[in-house]
Structure formats: C-alpha cells, structure tokens
C-alpha cells in the first residue's frame, strides 16, 4: 500500500479521531476529509483507534468496545472504499485488526517489541511504525528491518517527537532525511505538540502550532502526514488538547498541498 500513498506528487494523509467514540462522528469526518484530500489530489487514509492501551490514569477513557469500534472502521472502510489504519498493542491483537483495517499501526512506546512487529508483518498489512519519544532516527532502520525480515517491504516509520526534558517533545527534523533511508516516513503533527503531563495525568498540547508543523513536515519533503481531529476536540474523549478542529482542516491541507508542489518544483 506505501507505493499507491507515494504514488503521487502530493503527500499523503493519515487522519481522523484518536479513538473511536462512536458510527456517525467517525462517518462524518471521515466523509469531510475524504472531500478535501479528493479535490486536492491527497490520497487519504482513515485514522481511528479502536482502543487505546496507553492512558495515565485508571478513569481515562479507553474505547467504546473493541469489536463494537472496529466493525465502525470496517464500515468507513467500505462506505467510502478508503483505507484505514488503527493501533495495535500486542502480537494476537495484529490478525484480529487485520480482518478489519488495511495498516496496522504500532504505538511509539511498543516500536521495539520484536514480537509484535513481527506479527503485524504477517498480516500482509501495511505496517506503520511510530518512532519512540526515545530513539535516535538511525534507531529506527532495526524496527523496519525486524518488518522486512518477516516477510513484509510494506512499511513506513512515523515521526511524533523525541523527549525534550520532563514535559515536552521536539521534532528534529533532520530525522525525516534520516529515515527516509529506511523507509517512507510521515510526519505526526498533531502528537508531536502534546505536552505530556506527569502531575495530573492529563496530557496537554499546543494546537496553535499544528499548521507550522506540518509546512516544516512539508518542506523538508516528508512523504506523508499524520494528524488527529475532531469536530469538537474540547469534548473529545481523547487527546483532545494538541487536536485539530474539522473545520479547520481544509484550510490547513489547501495550504499545504499548494506548499508540496513548490516544494517538488525546487527539486527537479
């Protein structure tokens, strides 16, 4: 799948909610985002976790049910014949996923265990690895490599920020040119703005930096990017502090692709 997403001149786009909270919201932006990528010439895949393992605190919301979210994404998937991606967490977790999604995507804390990099990869699926906030770029050649070695050349790395202190993350992004050596690499530019919060347990963000994430993503010529919105983020269940609002997207991806095509135009 790597290669129809990089089959174009424009990035491609990884986007939707953090988690699925329900049918008609995932439907709704899935539609709207579908429309802008559509008229952009973006090819666009669906993002929408259908549980989320890695949450501070006991309360945190963690999913509307693993069956229940995932046969929502299988329904995107099919209503508008796009492909869609979602987080995986453990190795037997990787065939169940696969019935329903088409790129299984490894979290940035679990990028290192071999057992689950594996499994994804024999799938047959489009494995997406984020980079862990504590891995180099050059780090992340072994966790591709571990795809490859099972049997899989359809891979990207995800880049989401490297930890910068106690409550911060910063994207070098020197990285993209790094591991682009490795594989397709896309650029996460909603999770590279959370302010991760140790005191309280509620992670926090700066969602006034999304746009200049991703021109920086752009510019440096990543191949795809990877955000979360929502129509409402100040109600949404999860990460709803460094979201994206819906309305806001087509703005941000109009001006993006008008920036790609500069960008391709100054390298020929």
Known sequence: MIKQLTSTEQFFLLAGPCVIEGEQMALDIAEKALNICSRLGIPYV????????NRSRLDSFTGIGDEKALKILRKVRETFNIPVVTDIHTAEE????????DVLQIPAFLCRQTDLLVAAAHTGRMVNIKKGQFLSPEAMQF???????????????TERGTTFGYQDLMVDFRGVKVMQQYASVIVDIT?????????RGVTGGQPEFIELMARAAIAVGADGLFLETHQDPSVAKSDGANMLRLDLLEGLLTRCATLRRTVVSLDR
């Open 94 to 101: 990787a065939p169940i996923a696969a019935e329903y999604v």
């Open 46 to 53: 669906f993002k929408g976790s259908y549980r989320k393992a």
């Open 143 to 157: 966790a591709v490599q571990k795809v490859r070695d099972a049997g899989n050349d359809d891979v990207a790395i």
């Open 191 to 199: 999770h590279s703005l959370q302010q991760p919060n140790q005191t």
